[in-house]
């Protein structure tokens, strides 16, 4: 009598035990792969935004204008430069005021980096008709720096400017992002005739 071949119930469970275990081992592997890619997506979209930003941060930088109040005897420059905030006179893109000045604040805002602005003769009538525009998201920090230049031009780096009277010819700006804590600085330079206050623009601060 021929014996008939086949699995025991043995074997059986010990192969179905082994597939169930090869499944959860793709699965996850699976899982993780998918988690790195898509965490690698955002990470390109983020370098992208930043990239964006810091060159439109860069633009409104550079056109900074020399406008200068006056104040009595006094005649400080309508800037303000702290290490978390900065404050300028600047232009915004066409489709956003066209050529009209702009009075411009950089801010870190809840992890988030904030632009508000108003029309310079609002600041000037006392009239807060400011704006506030998200830049960019999941910001860690936001860093400001400026540099005087000395007699050997050699720049000389401060986390404050506190000359009233000019504007500083180097500006650095440092944005940090939450995820992985890159750091992406740029330096800014102002045109010499607008540092050197050759070509200013003299207002007077009015009432309503």
């Known amino acids: 009598m021929n014996k008939q071949s086949g ?15 090869m499944l959860g081992l793709l699965f996850s592997a699976s899982r993780t792969l998918s988690g790195q890619t898509q965490s690698g997506i955002e990470q390109v979209q983020m370098n992208d935004d930043i990239r964006l930003v810091t060159q439109f941060v860069r633009r409104l930088i550079s056109q900074t204008s020399p406008i200068v109040m006056n104040q009595g005897s ?23 005021g066209g050529n009209s000045l702009y009075w411009i604040e950089l801010m870190l805002k809840e992890n988030q980096l904030v632009m508000k602005y108003q029309p310079l003769v ?38 404050d400017w506190q ?23 740029i330096v800014v330079s102002l045109p010499a005739q607008v540092t050197r206050m050759r070509d200013h623009l003299s207002v007077q601060r009015t009432g309503l």
Do not use: C
């Open 122 to 159: 609002s600041v000037l009538k006392n009239r807060n008709d400011s704006q506030q525009l998200t830049l960019l998201n999941s910001v860690d920090s936001l860093d400001f720096s400026y540099a005087d230049i000395d007699k050997n031009n050699a720049p000389r780096w401060q986390p």
């Open 163 to 185: 000359k009233n009277n000019q504007l500083p010819p180097l500006i650095s700006v440092t944005v940090a992002q939450q995820r992985g804590g890159d750091k992406y600085p």
């Open 74 to 96: 006094a005649h400080p420059v309508l800037f303000s430069g702290a290490k978390h905030q900065l404050g300028f006179v600047s232009t915004l893109p066409a489709h956003a």
């Open 7 to 21: 699995f025991t119930l043995l074997e059986m469970l010990i192969a179905i035990s082994l597939m169930t275990i």
